[in-house]
């Protein structure tokens, strides 16, 4: 498959990674995410489709061991990283930081309201 030199750039960022992760001898495999915003394009993507909900670190570990997958909004399972990725707009819990603080993420509210006022600024 090859739409306007998408698989060109593929093997260009292929070697790219290839080649970062030897000079920096990084033990894990680097991998990227691609967000796909046509319907047409996600459902002619070649990776595999998910079935269940499934959280992102687990996506990202998948990826990390070469198993190229797709998943749509409903498909992630975890609130956390549909927030940090910017596909939904941050409730208040969120934004004020108690939502991170409750689970024990920050040490403190400060640390984390700091996060999300600069994450909101960045997104105007």
């Given at each position: 498959m090859n739409k306007g030199g998408y698989m060109t750039g593929m093997k260009s960022l292929?070697?790219?990674v290839t080649k970062l992760?030897?000079?920096l001898e990084i033990e894990?495999?680097?991998?990227?995410?691609?967000?796909i915003f046509d319907k047409g394009e996600y459902e002619a993507s070649d990776a595999r489709t998910l079935t269940n909900k499934?959280?992102?670190c687990v996506m990202v570990k998948s990826a990390m061991a070469g198993v190229s997958i797709k998943a749509s909004l409903e498909q992630f399972g975890c609130g956390g990283a549909?927030?940090?990725l910017g596909m939904t707009i941050s409730d208040e819990l969120s934004k004020?930081?108690?939502?991170a603080l409750n689970l024990g993420i920050y040490k403190d509210i400060g640390v984390d309201y700091?996060?999300?006022?600069?994450y909101d600024y960045v997104k105007k």
């Open positions: 292929e070697s790219t992760s030897s000079v894990r495999k680097v991998t990227w995410v691609k967000f499934c959280p992102y549909i927030n940090a004020s930081g108690r939502s700091d996060k999300f006022y600069y």
